[in-house]
């Protein structure tokens, strides 16, 4: 399952759907499921976790209109990853990467919350 590595408190506002897009300097050609993991730094709990499984349907220069759903303001080179379809889930570790890859689990798996 592709996965992205993501800051707190940014994930756990993800998890909860107030955040519904993620921003990068980069954007990706993938499409469909993409697990959430908060990254260890900050040590904001549950860190180091996988917290929610979400569709990611585009990537997109970020706009003024996206600094709501993004938790956050335009910035230089930003790039608005839309999220939909976005599940929490019973946390569980994952070591981190930087940039899209991949973790060896079933999305069936997945314990919803």
């Not at 996988?50 to 938790?71: G, H, Q, S, Y």
């Not at 608005?80 to 999305?107: A, C, H, M, Q, T």
Request: charged share 25%; with cysteine.
């Amino acid at each position: 399952m592709k996965a992205l590595s993501v800051k707190q408190p940014w994930a756990n506002l993800i998890a909860s759907g107030r955040k519904t897009i993620e921003t990068r300097t980069w954007a990706t050609r993938h499409r469909g499921p993409l697990l959430i993991v908060s990254s260890k730094k900050p040590n904001i709990a549950p860190a180091g976790s996988a917290v929610a499984v979400a569709k990611l349907v585009d990537c997109r220069r970020m706009t003024k209109a996206d600094e709501a759903d993004a938790c956050c303001s335009v910035y230089a080179d930003a790039v608005s990853w839309i999220l939909e379809d976005v599940r929490p889930i019973r946390p569980f570790p994952v070591k981190g990467s930087l940039g899209v890859y991949n973790v060896p689990y079933d999305p069936a798996e997945l314990e919803e919350l």
